[in-house]
């Protein structure tokens, strides 16, 4: 029997608490808030693991409007030039926000907040806390103030199943809290619910962030966008963990290269040589692979006996893996890192669906384009987890009228084991009709039924239709069948409905010519 959760009843109901969920929360305040996570707070969030920091201009070198450019030229033509200038130019004040909320960033000599260096960027704009432990040490400051405010409600081991609907728009969440169903009413939801990055077999982020919070806003009939882009993060530490070790970006920023096992400097004729794009730097690695050979970082002469102290953490994991990175190659491959695309949201991080914002990962707001720049993804979540709290602090909550019964049935918790296995082989670095073809027709049927798969299916799905439907290589994909761009980008949206109906016309077509 499902049961209603009263005492949460027209709060502003946050899925997760990541980086964005924390700060759409502290916006909020005083105005009643739950907060509702499947583990402790802030710890499963791909932001926690951040060894980046934020982006900002806060140099006497540097400026919103090169920030912005690094930004559009990153994206490859498809970032939304509105967009992405609102969220850079807020850089400066949101680094101001975090510190007052109790985040210390790191300081130079001078005493001057210490920037860094990271692929794409043109001028020194990354402020990290803790070295390359940011993400740990901001999540960690924005926790402690989310647990001494008042107005703020933490529902800890429950799971979000379902966004329940009333005359189009949200009424309320489908939670499943010890196995038991449960429901909360509200006319406000808002998902910050990270990425997708688990959907593969190599990836970096948590393994169970498997695009939850697409996959609910697709159910309740959002519009979605850029589904198709996936960045992958070049280096990846090449070992048997899973999740992946991060190798930041920001180690190449210090001077490290790539190399491969004959020694060969690959990237030394690219454009930005070890700091290209990521998307660039991803394929070049990718074609090493391809060819049977490993690739290594070098940060021998760049660090040598400083790494240690100037990269404490990624010491301490390669260290764990029997490497010294100041003495050894460090053994690198692409993993999947972050996703450009997801729910559609305007500069309010609403959605389509009435009632329902979403921020951080788990949206696509047009700022990344077809591929983010390094440490952007921290400052739009934090950007927009603010015009989040701000923007909802503003809408008069609507009476809802959800039907608590024995009808909210659970479905039972994901198993993405065989979508996992479709996407790793098919919707990688390199894509091609063949291989999207059979990703669709073999997610489809697993999208359309009832059982452990649904969901991730969906949101697998979703890539696997747009990465079909774009006929061009651009940023993060990369069409072996179609390697150059058009002369024109467009943004991708589309609905779910619309999604399965392309895919069951894909799916016939391909079944009647086999």
């Not at 490497?323 to 890192?337: S, Y």
């Not at 669709?440 to 049927?445: G, I, N």
């Not at 452990?452 to 990465?467: E, G, K, N, Y």
């Amino acid at each position: 029997m499902t049961v209603t959760l009263g005492e949460f009843a027209d709060h502003v109901v946050i899925v997760g608490s990541g980086l964005a969920g924390l700060m759409t929360a502290l916006t909020l305040a005083p105005q009643p808030v739950v907060i509702v996570t499947r583990a402790a707070l802030g710890a499963e969030s791909s932001s926690a693991w951040a060894q980046g920091g934020i982006a900002a201009a806060l140099g006497s070198d540097d400026s919103t409007g090169l920030h912005l450019a690094d930004t559009l030229a990153a994206g490859d033509g498809l970032c939304d030039a509105q967009a992405a200038a609102a969220i850079v130019a807020e850089g400066p004040a949101v680094i101001a926000a975090l510190e007052r909320e109790g985040v210390d960033f790191d300081r130079a000599a001078n005493g001057q907040r210490a920037l860094g260096l990271e692929a794409a960027h043109s001028r020194r704009r990354i402020v990290h806390s803790a070295g390359d432990g940011s993400g740990a040490a901001i999540v960690n400051a924005l926790v402690r103030a989310v647990s001494t405010t008042p107005s703020i409600k933490i529902l800890e081991g429950a799971e979000a199943r379902a966004i329940l609907m009333g005359d189009e728009a949200v009424a309320g969440l489908l939670l499943s809290v010890g196995g038991n169903s449960a429901v909360i009413r509200t006319s406000k939801v808002v998902l910050a619910t990270g990425g997708l990055g688990g959907l593969y077999d190599a990836t970096t982020n948590p393994v169970l962030n498997v695009g939850q919070g697409i996959a609910l806003a697709a159910r309740a009939g959002a519009m979605l966008a850029d589904m198709e882009f996936v960045q992958f993060h070049p280096t990846g530490l090449d070992s048997a963990r899973r999740p992946l070790a991060l190798i930041s970006e920001a180690v190449r920023g210090e001077g490290a290269l790539l190399v491969n096992d004959r020694g060969d400097r690959f990237m030394a004729d690219v454009a930005g040589a070890e700091l290209a794009p990521r998307d660039v730097v991803a394929r070049a690695i990718s074609a090493e692979l391809s060819q049977g050979r490993r690739v290594y970082l070098d940060a021998r002469q760049a660090l040598g006996s400083r790494f240690a102290s100037r990269f404490p953490t990624i010491h301490q994991i390669c260290r764990v893996a029997a490497i010294d990175p100041g003495r050894d190659l460090i053994p690198v491959r692409p993993a999947a890192h972050y996703h450009m695309g997801g729910v559609a949201t305007d500069l309010r991080a609403r959605s389509s669906v009435a009632g329902l914002w979403v921020v951080g990962e788990a949206a696509s707001t047009g700022l990344h384009g077809a591929n983010r720049l390094a440490s952007n993804s921290l400052l739009e979540a934090a950007v927009m987890g603010l015009r989040a709290g701000e923007d909802i602090a503003g809408v008069i909550s609507r009476p809802t009228a959800v039907s608590v019964s024995c009808d909210h049935h659970l479905k039972p918790a994901a198993d993405i084991a065989a979508v996992r296995s479709i996407v790793s082989r098919q919707l990688g670095v390199l894509r091609s009709a063949g291989g999207l073809q059979a990703a669709v027709t073999a997610l489809l049927p697993l999208a359309e039924s009832a059982g452990m798969r649904s969901d991730p299916a969906i949101v697998a799905l979703l890539i696997a239709v747009s990465a079909m439907l774009r006929t061009e290589s651009r940023g993060a994909h990369a069409r072996t069948d179609f390697p150059l761009k058009h002369e024109s980008a467009e943004r991708r949206r589309l609905t779910l409905s619309d999604a399965l109906d392309i895919a069951r016309a894909t799916t016939h077509s391909f079944a009647r010519s086999a």
